[in-house]
């Protein structure tokens, strides 16, 4: 197998290829195995990868047998050495699996070639991903944060009190003190979602109206009760802004809360809420390199 590495130069390393890079900097053999073709039914998607070292392995590729199979090669190549190995794999009795598509796994030492093509693959994957903006540090906007984090998007934490930020915030937050907060709402690119939960209601509907009053939102939610929609709604109309603005709005936010105001509640009801309409449009890339993350 050939890698070809980018001919441009990246810029600093992303987290997930940093992980790597630290085994390779203390002279630590890795053996990455990935998901590089998936026909059918398959348990994982293309991208999606396991590092495997003498004594460890974090992420998966599906489990299974099919996981077995590339540990044992990658386990292999980590004792014997050798050139990058491609594995066809049927998913059907003759591995004991069911799902009936079809996968092949590459598996591979990794090196500095790898290591350049990894990070440009994850400079792409993180370019693709949809932004969260999320307005508001109290413990509610904590405990979203770190729902967030893990996820497949770009988490944009906007407050005015720099002091309301924890000292350890999620690695890959874009953490921003503003002044203006409605202001900020323009920066985001189209098929954004806000979420919106500052200490100050008049500035929570300031900032929701800049963001209903866009076209190409995928979601737009406001903390609360059934109430305070209410209450901005009348208030939204009362400045003479179009209502029909306001389909755009979920408030209360979380479906199926029940009534239920622990931080950590809202925040796991809210993050799936969200995460299904950023990811309804199709990825722009198959990079799961989130998999290996934090735990190299």
């Known amino acids: 197998?050939?890698?070809?590495?980018?001919?441009?130069?990246?810029?600093?390393?992303?987290?997930?290829?940093?992980?790597?890079?630290?085994?390779?900097?203390?002279?630590?053999?890795?053996?990455?195995?990935?998901?590089?073709?998936?026909?059918g039914s398959t348990p994982r998607e293309v991208g999606a990868c396991m590092a495997v070292g003498a004594d460890w392995q974090t992420g998966t590729v599906g489990g299974g047998r099919l996981e077995h199979l590339g540990l044992e090669t990658a386990r292999r190549l980590l004792a014997e050495g050798g050139e990058p190995v491609r594995l066809d794999v049927p998913l059907g009795p003759a591995v004991g699996q069911c799902c009936g598509g079809h996968v092949v796994l590459t598996v591979e030492r990794v090196d500095e070639a790898v290591l350049y093509r990894l990070r440009a693959a994850e400079a792409t994957a993180l370019a693709g991903q949809p932004w969260l903006m999320l307005f508001g540090a109290g413990h509610v906007g904590k405990a979203v944060a770190r729902a967030m984090a893990p996820l497949p998007l770009r988490l944009v934490w906007v407050d005015s009190r720099a002091s309301e930020f924890p000292p350890d915030p999620p690695v890959d937050a874009d953490i921003r003190v503003a002044t203006e907060l409605p202001s900020q709402v323009a920066l985001a690119p189209p098929g954004a979602g806000y979420l919106i939960m500052t200490h100050n209601h008049d500035l929570d509907f300031a900032i929701t109206a800049e963001a209903v009053q866009r076209t190409d939102t995928a979601y737009v939610g406001l903390i609360?009760?059934?109430?305070?929609?209410?209450?901005?709604?009348?208030?939204?109309?009362?400045?003479?802004?179009?209502?029909?603005?306001?389909?755009?709005?979920?408030?209360?936010?979380?479906?199926?809360?029940?009534?239920?105001?622990?931080?950590?509640?809202?925040?796991?009801?809210?993050?799936?809420?969200?995460?299904?309409?950023l990811l309804r449009r199709p990825p722009q890339t198959t990079v799961m390199m989130g998999d290996i993350y934090g735990a190299i």
């Open 224 to 277: 609360g009760s059934h109430t305070k929609r209410q209450r901005f709604s009348r208030w939204y109309q009362a400045q003479g802004y179009d209502p029909n603005h306001l389909r755009r709005l979920i408030c209360p936010i979380g479906a199926g809360l029940s009534g239920d105001k622990r931080p950590e509640v809202i925040a796991a009801l809210t993050a799936a809420e969200v995460l299904t309409a």
């Open 1 to 39: 197998m050939t890698v070809t590495a980018p001919k441009v130069p990246l810029s600093a390393p992303g987290p997930q290829s940093a992980g790597l890079a630290a085994c390779l900097a203390r002279g630590e053999a890795v053996v990455l195995v990935t998901v590089a073709e998936a026909r």
